[in-house]
T-cell receptor
Framework: DSGVTQTPKHLITATGQRVTLRCSPRSGDLSVYWYQQSLDQGLQFLIQYYNGEERAKGNILERFSAQQFPDLHSELNLSSLELGDSALYFC?????????????FGAGSRLTVL | GQQVMQIPQYQHVQEGEDFTTYCNSSTTLSNIQWYKQRPGGHPVFLIQLVKSGEVKKQKRLTFQFGEAKKNSSLHITATQTTDVGTYFCAGSNTGKLIFGQGTTLQVKP
């Protein structure tokens, strides 16, 4: 158990629908990162939050949005879903090590869009 | 923008053979990290290299950071079936961690 909690583990939905993925970082970690991993793809950085504020943005589609709440949990909202959105979505929190952020990933949420 | 390329994409080896994956960045990195993702699992941090030319070892795994801080490698000596998984490098120079595409290692017993 990495200490980063993601729900749901699996989600099956239809095109055009909207889903919300939830993440709780490790106790004491202020940062939350969201990554998308499609089949045979690497880890695509979506967005990062730090203590409730957006810190960095990656290749996140306009149909996707995220936020971090005062209790530090985060939600990733995916709307107008398309078949290509089927992927594993990972959340991570970080610690500082020698001036860099080292990520601890959750177990992921597997989204299947039919 | 910053890109991190990793090769090969896939590698099949016989148990006991060595394995190496290479990571190259389009820009100079402040540090490089390596993660391992077991099949069906999530990426797990292995190690971080910070200094130019740095070499670190973890049992049968040897990690190197290039002198120019633009490339890195992970070498596994005498692979075992437990080494199966995808190995990702991740580099940073702007505070944003960019992952390579990963090298998936399969080990035949």
């Amino acid at each position: 158990d990495s200490g980063v909690t993601q729900t749901p583990k699996h989600l099956i939905t239809a095109t055009g629908q909207r889903v919300t993925l939830r993440c709780s970082p490790r106790s004491g970690d202020l940062s939350v990162y969201w990554y998308q991993q499609s089949l045979d793809q690497g880890l695509q950085f979506l967005i990062q939050y730090y203590n409730g504020e957006e810190r960095a943005k990656g290749n996140i589609l306009e149909r996707f949005s995220a936020q971090q709440f005062p209790d530090l949990h985060s939600e990733l909202n995916l709307s107008s879903l398309e078949l290509g959105d089927s992927a594993l979505y990972f959340c991570a929190s970080s610690i500082r090590l020698s001036g860099a952020n080292v990520l601890t990933f959750g177990a992921g949420s597997r989204l299947t869009v039919l | 923008g910053q890109q991190v390329m990793q090769i090969p994409q896939y590698q099949h080896v016989q148990e006991g053979e060595d394995f190496t994956t290479y990571c190259n960045s389009s820009t100079t990195l402040s540090n490089i990290q390596w993660y391992k993702q077991r099949p069906g699992g999530h990426p797990v941090f292995l190690i971080q290299l910070v200094k130019s030319g740095e070499v670190k070892k973890q049992k049968r795994l040897t990690f190197q950071f290039g002198e120019a801080k633009k490339n890195s490698s992970l070498h596994i000596t005498a692979t075992q079936t437990t080494d199966v998984g995808t190995y990702f490098c991740a580099g940073s120079n702007t505070g944003k961690l960019i992952f390579g595409q990963g090298t998936t290692l399969q080990v035949k017993p």
